[in-house]
């Protein structure tokens, strides 16, 4: 677990973010990090004035999370699809990010997700997620994903192909495809 969470932590945020730069808040925001693990993200936000909410499932990761206390960051152990912990803060957020997430879910839990999303999300917000990309494995799943986020109310604002950070991820042909969405407000998503 340690050298895990040592892997995760030595990826440089604003050079994973780089590809969605400009969907990240300028100005002190309220931020939801889903797939928080150790909150290496969580704190970049933080150290920028950043309000954040790091969700992580996983209890090992976000006790490593622990070494490196955050200010401005609350910790909740929730999941998509449904983040009813998340949901019960009654709160709502300028950016949510995602990464290296979306993956992890099945497919008949998109929409449930993104109506969970978009609920959380401010009118004026953004949701950020990334996509692995391995070979051709991601088409059908980006396909399905861009159809969800339409049924639950989302617009594609923003979509770039971009390498993996990691070495040993780019040598295996690994990239990413990072989305931007956000909320048509007008839509009240339902599941």
Not at 21 to 49: V, Y
Not at 125 to 132: E, K, N
């Amino acid at each position: 677990m340690r050298d895990r969470a040592a892997r995760f932590d030595a990826i440089d945020t604003a050079r994973l973010l780089a590809p969605v730069a400009s969907l990240l808040p300028d100005k002190p925001s309220r931020i939801l990090d889903i797939g928080a693990g150790t909150g290496r993200d969580a704190r970049w936000f933080a150290r920028q004035g950043h309000l954040v909410c790091a969700v992580e499932p996983d209890h090992n990761l976000r006790a490593a999370a622990r070494v490196f206390p955050g200010k401005g960051i609350g910790w909740v152990a929730d999941a998509l699809p449904a983040l009813s912990k998340v949901t019960a803060l009654k709160e709502t957020y300028d950016l949510i990010l995602m990464c290296a997430v979306w993956h992890i879910l099945s497919q008949s839990d998109y929409e449930k997700a993104f109506c969970t999303l978009h609920n959380l999300l401010r009118a004026k917000g953004a949701l950020v997620l990334s996509l692995r990309q391995s070979g051709n494995e991601t088409d059908g799943m980006l396909d399905a994903t861009l159809r969800a986020a339409n049924r639950a109310g989302f617009t594609l604002c923003h979509q770039v192909a971009a390498a993996s950070v990691q070495p040993a991820n780019r040598s295996a042909g690994v990239t990413w495809v990072w989305l931007g969405l956000t909320p048509n407000k007008q839509a009240t998503p339902t599941y």
